[in-house]
Structures are given as structure tokens and as C-alpha cells.
């Protein structure tokens, strides 16, 4: 090969060389390589149906995300988009509770990923659980004056619930609401219902295999009426009933208008008068008629009954302790017939007998139609309350009226 051609081929071989050195210093510049961060990227739950064979649902968390840091070239980072990154999570091999669960991330051949976070999630697992609930009547609204409801029935008388543990374990009540204003009649309603927590808060999330029961609610009409007490047996002679006192002393009762009209009074069911000896309250039960109940079936009623043990006094007087009425203007008692003395024998409760004193007995004696001489005369005693007089010793006076 001559010469001059060799130094032609070295300078293509070196004009070859420094082409290249400068397609990739441009292209370096031109198109360098970068890295990009994917937000808030949606991460896909996959093997869903392994929970499902388990009975489990996802709880938390409703919606997972993560961001991805991702290494490349500018073209082909700026041809990227988030729905190019796919993350997910596998399912599978979980129990019920709180686990986390590792992240896996793919991206596009052209890009490799620097970063992502988290790496994992944290997943709270739940058991569908069914429970039995029984269906609670609430009413609203107010009845007209002398109405009262009856015992509500209810069909179902309970439903099924289901969903998550902690979901279902919230329902405090199923309630079904209904409607009484102004009702004169018996109630016959079918009514939605729905699942209330502690605090009376809907919960919603959780089936129910009835959403309305039927409700039947029995209006009575309301009367009151007093309490009379009955006893058996006899107190002991020296005992005595002071006071009755029955509380309350009426009380309401509920039934059809027919059958409350021939109800005058609620007795209460025989009693031994002799249990009542030094017990301050007694509870009684009553006797009710057929076809009637209380308005209030909580309502208590006791008795208290003071009794107290007779006792007897015996007072000393003389006539002229006694007031002397319709005596003869011209005439006079001898002197020593107004000292003649006699004794009252008083019995009655202790508390009453302990506190009398002679000033309390009222006594007369009544001279009416009498002349001057000697007469027979007896006394008039007007008797205290709860003071029986038993006897006057003597029951009669010889006394002599003088002209002054």
C-alpha cells in the first residue's frame, strides 16, 4: 500500500474516533440521566380471594399509596408516567389482626428504581362475624291525656346482623322507631329499623337480614284509684292501729275503657296486721283484676301502719275539779260534798295516755230541776281522742243543795 493512502485510512480511522467521542458527548449532554419521584402511587391488593376463603376483610388501611424515586435516562423518565409503576401487595397467608405487609414495586425496563417508601404497610385483618340481636321498641311523640300504651309486640323479635368483629360488636340496640302522637287506638305498623352504639350514633357498614319488623302496640285508656288495705288475723287486745298511711294511696291502672269503669278501687292482697308490729314500711303486692295492669308494672307500694300498745291511767279528782251547770241561782253545794273525791280510769294509745293530764278530761254535772235537799247526781265526761274512759269510781255523788 503507498504511503498516501495509509495516511488517508488513519485519518478516517481518526476522524471516526473523534466522531464518536463527540455523538456521545452530545448525547450525554442532550439526554443525561436523572432521577424522578411517583407520589401518592395506588398500591393494588392482589390474592383478595384468600381472605375471602378466611372469612376476613381489610379494615385499614381504605387506601395505600407510596412513592417511588426511579434512575434514568430524561427521554425516557419524562415518557414515564405513575400508571407505569405498579405496586402491590400479596394477601395471601394472613390472619385476623394487625400485620404488615411487605410492598412490591415494578417499574418500566428502561428506568430502575432508586427508592420507594414504605416498604411495607401496616393491615388490620377483621372476621365477618353474624350475630343475634333483639329488635328494641322506642316511641315518639305523646298519647292524649288518659291514654297509656300496652306491652308492644314485635315481629321478628330479633334479626341478624354481620359484618366486621369490631364493627358488629359497636351495635348497642336495633331499634325501631314508631310514631304515637295523639294514637286512640291500638297500633299496627311495620317500621324500619336501624343499628344505634352506645351513645345512640347510626352505625352504618353492617348487614342486616330484615330492615323493617311489624309492631303491634295496644292503647288502653288510664284511670287512678285509691289503694285499700287489707289484713287478716287480730291484733292482741292491748295493741292499736294509730295511723294508716299507704304510699302511694292511688295509683294508675290500664285497660279497656269497659273494663275500668267498674273499678272503683285496687285492694291489696291480704296482709297479717300482726307483721306490722314494729316494722316502719311494708312492701304489699296487689290484687289485680283480670284484664288490667298497672301503668307502671315497676310500681312499688308499701305500707306503714302505727300501732301502738294500749296502757291505762287512772286520774284522782274532786267536784271541785268539774265545771257545775244549770245550778239553782237561790241554791248551793255543801261545802265538804265539793271535796268528795273519785278517781277516772282512762285507757288509749301510750303515747296518748302518757300525755294526759286532768286538765284534758272535760267533766259537768248538771244540776237541772234540782231543789234544796239531798240528790244523787253523776258526772258527764266529754272523752279525748283516742281516750276511752273505762271507768268512774264512785259512779255516782250524794250531794246536798243549801239556800244561800
Known amino acids: 500500500m503507498s504511503k498516501e493512502k495509509e495516511n488517508n485510512l488513519t485519518i478516517k480511522i481518526f476522524a471516526l474516533i473523534i466522531a464518536i467521542i463527540l455523538w456521545s458527548y452530545v448525547m450525554s449532554e442532550e439526554n443525561p440521566p436523572i432521577t424522578s419521584d411517583y407520589r401518592n402511587i395506588e398500591v393494588n391488593l392482589t390474592n383478595v380471594a384468600s381472605l375471602e376463603r378466611q372469612n376476613l376483610v381489610v379494615m385499614e388501611p381504605k387506601d395505600a399509596k407510596i412513592t417511588v424515586k426511579v434512575l434514568g435516562k430524561r427521554n425516557d423518565i419524562s415518557n414515564i408516567s405513575e400508571k407505569d409503576i405498579i405496586a402491590t401487595v400479596d394477601l395471601s397467608g394472613y390472619t385476623e389482626g ?25 393491615f388490620k385483618f377483621e372476621k365477618l362475624v353474624r ?40 351495635v348497642s340496640k336495633v331499634m325501631a322507631l314508631v310514631n304515637v302522637e295523639d294514637k286512640k287506638d291500638d297500633i299496627n305498623v311495620s317500621v324500619p329499623i336501624k343499628l344505634v ?69 285496687i285492694k291489696t292482697k291480704p296482709i297479717d296486721i300482726n307483721s306490722l308490729i314494729g316494722n316502719k314500711d311494708v312492701a304489699v303486692d296487689l290484687e289485680i283484676p283480670e284484664k288490667v295492669s298497672l301503668a307502671d308494672p315497676n310500681q312499688k307500694v308499701t305500707i306503714n301502719l302505727n300501732i301502738e300498745e ?86 255516782s255523788f250524794n250531794i246536798t243543795l243549801r239556800k244561800e
Request: glycine share 6%; no cysteine; charged share 30%.
Open 310 to 395: 294500749n296502757k291505762t291511767k287512772t286520774l284522782d279528782f274532786t267536784l271541785n275539779d268539774v265545771k257545775i251547770i244549770n245550778l239553782d241561782q237561790e241554791l248551793s253545794i255543801d261545802e265538804e260534798d265539793l271535796n268528795k273525791s273519785f278517781e277516772i280510769t282512762v285507757k288509749g294509745s301510750s303515747s296518748k295516755v302518757d300525755l294526759l293530764n286532768k286538765e284534758d278530761l272535760y267533766m259537768e254535772l248538771d244540776l237541772t230541776g234540782l231543789d234544796e235537799g239531798s240528790h244523787n247526781v253523776s258526772l258527764s265526761i266529754k272523752e279525748e281522742e283516742g281516750i276511752t274512759i273505762m271507768s268512774i269510781a264512785p259512779e
Open 197 to 265: 352504639d352506645d351513645e345512640g350514633n347510626d352505625v352504618r357498614g353492617v348487614g342486616k337480614d330484615q330492615n323493617v319488623v311489624d309492631v303491634s302496640i295496644p292503647v288502653y285508656r288510664a284511670k287512678k284509684v285509691p289503694i285499700e288495705l287489707q289484713t287478716e288475723n287480730q291484733l292482741p287486745d292491748n295493741y292499736q292501729i294509730m295511723n294508716i298511711n299507704i304510699n302511694p294511696s292511688t295509683i294508675e291502672i290500664k285497660g279497656r275503657k269497659d273494663v275500668l269503669a267498674d273499678i272503683s278501687s
Open 98 to 122: 394487625n400485620v404488615k405487609v411487605p410492598v412490591n414495586v415494578e417499574v418500566p425496563n428502561e428506568v430502575k428504581i432508586v427508592d420507594y417508601s414504605p416498604k411495607d404497610i401496616l
Open 131 to 170: 350475630k343475634e340481636k333483639t329488635v328494641t321498641i322506642q316511641t315518639e311523640g305523646k298519647l292524649p291525656q288518659g291514654y297509656v300504651l300496652g306491652e308492644p309486640e314485635i315481629k321478628p323479635q330479633s334479626i341478624y346482623i354481620e359484618g366486621p368483629r369490631s364493627w358488629v360488636n359497636s
